[in-house]
T-cell receptor, first 115, second 112 residues
C-alpha cells in the first residue's frame, strides 16, 4: 500500500514568522497529485495547495508554497508571515493508488500560531 | 455556490443500533467519496461513487457498512449494526473530475 508520512504531530510558530511542515510519501507511480489540506477548529477541511507530480515548478498560493522533491518523495509546505487564522490541522495527501482517485492521507500536523 | 454538506454533524448511538449518515455534494459533481478518521489515526478512504455507480469500494471495512447514491445526487452511509470501533469522524467529499476533492464538515459518530 502507498503511504504518506507526516513526522511532526504538533508544531508552533510565532505570528508573522515562517514555518515548514514536512511530508514524505511512498509510491511507484510516476503521475500523481499531492495536496495540503487545512482543517481549522471549526472542522471544514479546505484545500490549501496542490502540486502535479510531473510539474517541476513548485506550487505557490499567496503565503503558502511547497518544496516538491520528486526523487526524494518529499512535499513540504511553507507558510510565510504566519497569521492566527493559520492555526489548524494540516493534512498532506495524495492520489497514490494506481487507477484510483482515492486520497491517501498523512496523520496530520497540528499547527498553532502564537500571538 | 454551496459546499458539501453532511448531516448530522454529530451522532451518539448505542452499540448494535443503526445509524445513517447523509452527504449532499456540490451540485454538478459526479464524483462523491466517503472517508473516515478514527481517533488518532489517518483519514482513510472508504469508497468512491461516480454518479450512482460504485467506482471503488476497496476501503469499506465490512458488510455492516452500506453506501448508496440513488439518482446520483446525495449519498447515504448506513452502519448496521454499529460497533464500538466504528466511532470516528466520517467525511464526505465531491469533485467534478478526478483531482481536487472538496470536503464536507464531517459527521462525528460516537458508539457507546
Amino acid at each position: 500500500a502507498q503511504t504518506v508520512t507526516q513526522s511532526q504531530p504538533e508544531m508552533s510558530v510565532q505570528e508573522a514568522e515562517t514555518v515548514t511542515l514536512s511530508c514524505t510519501y511512498d509510491t511507484s507511480e510516476s503521475n500523481y497529485y499531492l495536496f495540503w489540506y487545512k482543517q481549522p477548529p471549526s472542522r471544514q477541511m479546505i484545500l490549501v495547495i496542490r502540486q502535479e507530480a510531473y510539474k517541476q515548478q513548485n506550487a505557490t498560493e499567496n503565503r503558502f508554497s511547497v518544496n516538491f522533491q520528486k526523487a526524494a518523495k518529499s512535499f513540504s509546505l511553507k507558510i510565510s508571515d504566519s497569521q492566527l487564522g493559520d492555526t489548524a490541522m494540516y493534512f498532506c495527501a495524495s492520489d497514490l493508488e494506481a487507477g484510483s482517485y482515492q486520497l491517501t492521507f498523512g496523520k496530520g500536523t497540528k499547527l498553532s500560531v502564537i500571538p | 455556490e454551496a459546499g458539501v454538506t453532511q448531516f448530522p454533524s454529530h451522532s451518539v448511538i448505542e452499540k448494535g443500533q443503526t445509524v445513517t449518515l447523509r452527504c449532499d455534494p456540490i451540485s454538478g459533481h459526479d464524483n462523491l467519496y466517503w472517508y473516515r478518521r478514527v481517533m488518532g489515526k489517518e483519514i482513510k478512504f472508504l469508497l468512491h461513487f461516480v454518479k450512482e455507480s460504485k467506482q471503488d469500494e476497496s476501503g469499506m471495512p465490512n458488510n455492516r457498512f452500506l453506501a448508496e447514491r440513488t439518482g446520483g445526487t446525495y449519498s447515504t452511509l448506513k452502519v448496521q449494526p454499529a460497533e464500538l470501533e466504528d466511532s470516528g469522524v466520517y467525511f464526505c467529499a465531491s469533485s467534478p473530475s478526478g483531482s481536487e476533492q472538496f470536503f464536507g464538515p464531517g459527521t462525528r459518530l460516537t458508539v457507546l
